[in-house]
């Protein structure tokens, strides 16, 4: 498969694309599990509720044993009482994080990128190398582009302080390195911006490889 390579003067060139990686088809519930996995394990515990025995006062009998003909009662902290302690209420030591196999998070991203690809939001440009820092350069470049009005993910193969500091003010746009790169980001952006050593790192990182074990005799 060839796609459009876009360079800074405006040129067009092709460029073939792995269509093992680039075309990758699957179960979509597995996409929707790694999206719930990320959003899980930055989920943090809020409520949380007391237990008898962490609310204060409680130390003294509130009435005697017996005569009242009330039932008896040992602490006004029960649960039982207003202003006591919550049975089974939610707790701060709660742990939200799910887990899912290499595999299946490879997979979840090659389907991610297929699903760019067919809607023709992948964006392949010649290369980032900018000779400053500057905000208005990058905002040329993107005019160049066959963007519209919405988010971008820019994906390098290693880091680029010119353009990682010249897009910094940029809300619009996100930068991530292929090794930092999750599903969420991939979903979250309107287009997924990257050069061709970005795509070399992309197959190289999202080809699955078997691992031969080979026995002592």
Same mark, same amino acid.
């Given at each position: 498969?060839? #796609?459009?390579?876009?360079?800074?003067?405006?040129? &067009?060139?092709?460029?073939? =694309?792995?269509?093992?990686? =680039?075309?990758?088809?699957?179960?979509?519930?597995?996409?929707?599990?790694? +999206?719930?996995?990320?959003?899980?394990?930055?989920?943090?515990?809020?409520?949380?509720?007391?237990?008898?025995?962490?609310? !204060?006062?409680?130390? !003294? @009998?509130?009435?005697?044993? *017996?005569?009242?003909?009330?039932?008896?009662?040992?602490?006004?902290?029960?649960?039982?009482?207003?202003?006591?302690?919550?049975?089974?209420?939610?707790?701060?030591?709660?742990?939200?994080?799910?887990?899912?196999?290499?595999?299946?998070?490879?997979?979840?991203? +090659?389907?991610?990128?297929?699903? @760019?690809?067919?809607?023709?939001?992948?964006?392949? #440009?010649?290369? =980032?190398? =900018?000779?400053?820092?500057?905000?208005?350069?990058?905002?040329?470049?993107?005019?160049?582009?066959?963007?519209?009005?919405?988010?971008?993910? &820019?994906?390098?193969?290693?880091?680029?302080?010119?353009?990682?500091?010249?897009?910094?003010?940029?809300?619009?746009?996100?930068?991530?390195?292929?090794?930092?790169?999750?599903?969420?980001?991939?979903?979250?952006?309107?287009? #997924?911006?990257?050069? *061709?050593?970005?795509?070399?790192?992309?197959?190289?990182?999202?080809?699955?490889?078997?691992?031969?074990?080979?026995?002592?005799?």
């Amino acid at each position: 498969m060839k #796609v459009k390579v876009y360079s800074k003067s405006g040129k &067009i060139d092709t460029m073939e =694309f792995p269509s093992g990686v =680039f075309e990758s088809t699957g179960d979509p519930q597995l996409l929707s599990q790694a +999206r719930l996995r990320l959003l899980a394990n930055r989920r943090g515990p809020i409520a949380s509720t007391k237990t008898r025995g962490e609310v !204060r006062g409680g130390g !003294r @009998k509130p009435f005697r044993q *017996k005569g009242t003909g009330r039932a008896r009662a040992g602490s006004n902290r029960s649960p039982l009482w207003i202003g006591g302690g919550i049975t089974f209420g939610p707790r701060k030591d709660r742990n939200f994080s799910q887990r899912i196999n290499r595999k299946m998070v490879k997979k979840a991203l +090659r389907m991610a990128f297929s699903g @760019k690809i067919k809607n023709n939001k992948l964006i392949v #440009v010649s290369d =980032f190398n =900018f000779p400053k820092i500057a905000t208005s350069q990058i905002q040329d470049f993107l005019e160049k582009l066959p963007l519209e009005e919405g988010k971008i993910l &820019i994906i390098l193969s290693q880091t680029n302080v010119n353009l990682e500091l010249s897009v910094a003010n940029l809300a619009y746009i996100k930068v991530r390195q292929i090794n930092n790169l999750n599903v969420l980001d991939l979903l979250n952006c309107d287009y #997924v911006l990257t050069d *061709k050593e970005g795509i070399k790192s992309i197959e190289k990182s999202l080809t699955v490889t078997s691992a031969v074990v080979k026995g002592k005799k």
